[in-house]
């Protein structure tokens, strides 16, 4: 009888025991990372795939001088901090550094900018402005209402003549960039004619803004390196586009969007002029940018490092 007894309790200690081992590996799976070590080893064993590497900035063979862009690392002991309530992973709460590249521009030789980094989703309107003045209250409109700020490089002598569209432009935020004195071929000229052309457009664009003019765009971007190099000894970067609506040869609106959206692309410069059609086709080409996931605005936030 002793002996039944006996095997009885072993047998129930035993079903016992199999319920419990087998109640706590279920709550284990089903329950989030609870210890603190665990969920910083999970950290650290992930951070990689939500870190990106900086880039320098680099003359291209073929765009020239390009930006770098910034990558970022996981803060680890922030990111811990901030999903420990939750005691689980979560990558929305992933707390981040910004890395900055060890090369930008300004360590780079004179040379032409193309286009921003190709990792930014970002692009930039470049408005040559030697005639049009018609139409530039029209465009600023448009801009003014769809919150979009662009890049205008004016004549000298369009200054020189339109003082109070130069002073609506600059009015309104816009980036005022020069375009050197009465259109002229940049490219057949030596350093010094180059840097005598500039220092007139600048001394009249300084006049209207008060505001040091860092950006310039050849004519017809037409240029050599003495062109470039009497910009840069002047504090100025050279401008060239990627994408142009080709605006001056009068397109239709279908046309001139369809033109730039086929070649839109990361970091574009898209080089327009104050024409009817582009007047007319700029709140369509707006939003039809803005569809495709790219933000607007002036060339120190596109040539920038930050993403």
């Known amino acids: 009888m002793r002996l039944r007894v006996v095997a009885l309790w072993s047998v129930l200690i035993f079903i016992c025991l199999?319920?419990?081992?087998?109640?706590?590996?279920?709550?284990?799976?089903?329950?989030?990372?609870?210890?603190?070590?665990?969920?910083?080893?999970?950290?650290?064993?992930?951070?990689?795939?939500?870190?990106?590497?900086?880039?320098?900035?680099?003359?291209?063979?073929?765009?020239?001088?390009?930006?770098?862009?910034e990558g970022r690392e996981v803060d680890v002991d922030a990111s811990y901090k901030k999903m420990k309530k939750k005691g689980k992973f979560d990558p929305k709460l992933l707390v981040y550094k910004s890395i900055k590249p060890e090369r930008s521009m300004e360590d780079l030789d004179p040379s032409p900018i193309y286009r921003g980094n190709p990792k930014k989703e970002m692009v930039a309107f470049l408005v040559n402005v030697s005639w049009g003045e018609e139409y530039l209250p029209g465009m600023l409109k448009t801009l003014a209402d769809k919150q979009v700020k662009a890049n205008f490089f004016i004549d000298g002598a369009f200054a020189e003549k339109f003082t109070d569209h130069v002073q609506m432009?600059?009015?309104?935020?816009?980036?005022?960039?020069?375009?050197?004195?009465?259109?002229?071929?940049?490219?057949?000229?030596?350093?010094?004619?180059?840097?005598?052309?500039?220092?007139?457009?600048?001394?009249?664009?300084?006049?209207?803004?008060?505001?040091?003019?860092?950006?310039?765009?050849?004519?017809?971007?037409?240029?050599?390196?003495?062109?470039?190099?009497?910009a840069h000894d002047m504090g100025m970067e050279t401008i060239l586009w990627t994408v142009d609506t080709v605006d001056w040869k009068k397109p239709t609106t279908d046309v001139l969007i369809e033109r730039v959206m086929g070649k839109l692309h990361n970091g574009a410069t898209i080089l327009m002029h104050p024409t009817q059609v582009t007047e007319k086709s700029l709140p369509a080409l707006i939003d039809a940018i803005r569809q495709e996931g790219y933000r607007i605005g002036t060339l120190p936030t596109l040539l920038s490092e930050e993403r």
Request: charged share 25%.
């Open 169 to 230: 432009i600059e009015e309104q935020g816009h980036l005022i960039g020069s375009h050197g004195y009465k259109h002229k071929d940049m490219g057949r000229m030596s350093k010094e004619q180059a840097k005598l052309n500039l220092e007139q457009a600048d001394d009249l664009l300084f006049a209207l803004t008060k505001t040091k003019i860092e950006y310039f765009a050849p004519p017809a971007g037409s240029y050599n390196q003495g062109t470039v190099e009497a």
């Open 18 to 69: 199999g319920f419990g081992l087998a109640f706590m590996e279920t709550q284990q799976q089903l329950s989030p990372v609870s210890k603190t070590t665990d969920l910083y080893e999970v950290i650290e064993s992930r951070k990689a795939q939500y870190e990106w590497k900086p880039e320098n900035a680099r003359i291209d063979s073929v765009w020239k001088k390009t930006p770098g862009i």
